[in-house]
């Protein structure tokens, strides 16, 4: 089924492709999600084969309202209900007690499942009208690119999935944070909710996990997020030799530098959010020259600066 608009019909019929085991792609405030009802394993099980995803790597549950999240979850501690409090909705996924309905498959037989709120209106309708918490990881093939545009999940996933709904460019572009809480608050995933404000919240979250922990967060594995198109990170482009910028491209942070066969700046201003917001879209764009190369300018290592970094990284890390 083709990409279509957000209208009151579409949403009605993808809500019923949903509630028929159906496979849909939507728009949320981070990146687009792939949803399926989150309590149909069958239905789940297409999520998985429709992104090649392993089977070791459990999804994020999507709710609209407090009593969606109390199917899933269980037993939520007080620290959970003050994040939600504070960043929900929003891009800010909590990893809390399963619920036994919810299948093993959504959480990768783990005790515990992901759930996350979000505040993208054309999801949250989605999700009322589907009546039911959708199990949704990013709509992309595993490993590759996150999708900021109904674009390009239609170029990556196509005719796989059943509908696909256009809900314009994401406004984060990078994917919710992602934090555990028990048996201590701890950072998963660092994503467009800043952790220096979760932390003003909630207290310190332990950012190097535990061996133990660490088989809990996949998405924590290297070789994610990664173009076709090797990636690498420079300090400063104007200081690559002009040898080394011939046939790549630059994703820049403020500033374009000549010698380059093309050029992306993720925000002349120096804007964080903004470089955010475009991230995505630009690898994507970049990906498609055929450059020998991409030099990614870094960072400052503060608010979503630190989720930028960390997707560059693991972009960078084949
Ligand atoms: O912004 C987002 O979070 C997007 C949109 C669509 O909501 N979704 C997303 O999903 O990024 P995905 O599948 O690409 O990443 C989900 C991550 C995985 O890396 C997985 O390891 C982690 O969430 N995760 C899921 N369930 C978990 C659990 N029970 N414990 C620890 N980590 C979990
Ligand atoms: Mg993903």
């Not at 993808?14 to 239905?43: I, K, Q």
């Not at 949704?136 to 990556?156: D, I, K």
């Amino acid at each position: 089924m083709p990409v279509v608009p957000a209208t009151t019909e579409s949403l009605d019929r993808a809500a019923a492709l949903l509630r028929g085991g159906g496979v849909v792609a939507f728009p949320t405030e981070t990146v687009y999600g792939l949803g399926a009802n989150a309590f149909d394993a069958r239905a789940v099980a297409r999520v998985f084969e429709i992104k090649a995803r392993p089977a070791f790597d459990p999804l994020i549950v999507h709710v609209s309202d407090d009593a969606m999240l109390e199917r899933v979850a269980d037993d939520i501690p007080a620290t959970a209900r003050t994040l939600i409090r504070a960043f929900w909705p929003g891009p800010l996924t909590i990893v809390l007690n399963k619920r036994a309905d919810i299948p093993d498959l959504v959480t990768a037989g783990l005790p515990t499942v992901a759930v996350r709120m979000p505040a993208h209106p054309i999801a949250r309708a989605l999700i009322e009208r589907a009546a039911t918490p959708l199990a949704a990881p990013s709509a992309n093939p595993f490993g590759y690119l996150s999708p900021t545009q109904a674009a390009h999940v239609e170029r990556m996933l196509d005719d796989r999935v059943d509908c696909i709904i256009d809900g314009g460019p994401t406004e984060h572009g990078v994917e919710s944070t992602i934090v555990m809480l028990e048996p201590r608050p701890a950072l998963l995933r660092p994503g467009a909710i800043p952790i220096e404000a979760i932390e003003a919240s909630i207290g310190p979250l332990a950012r190097e996990l535990s061996d133990e922990a660490r088989p809990l967060a996949p998405g924590r594995l290297s070789q994610h997020y990664a173009p076709h198109t090797p990636i690498r990170i420079v300090n400063h482009a104007a200081r690559v030799p002009e040898s080394e910028r011939n046939g790549a491209v630059l994703l820049a942070f403020r500033t374009p530098v000549a010698g380059y066969l093309d050029a992306r700046v993720l925000s002349a201003a120096g804007n964080l959010r903004e470089a955010a917001a475009h991230l995505f879209e630009y690898l994507h764009e970049l990906d498609a020259l055929g450059a020998v190369r991409i030099d990614a300018e870094r960072l400052p290592m503060k608010g979503v600066g630190v989720a930028i970094m960390d997707r560059l990284q693991r972009a960078g890390s084949r």
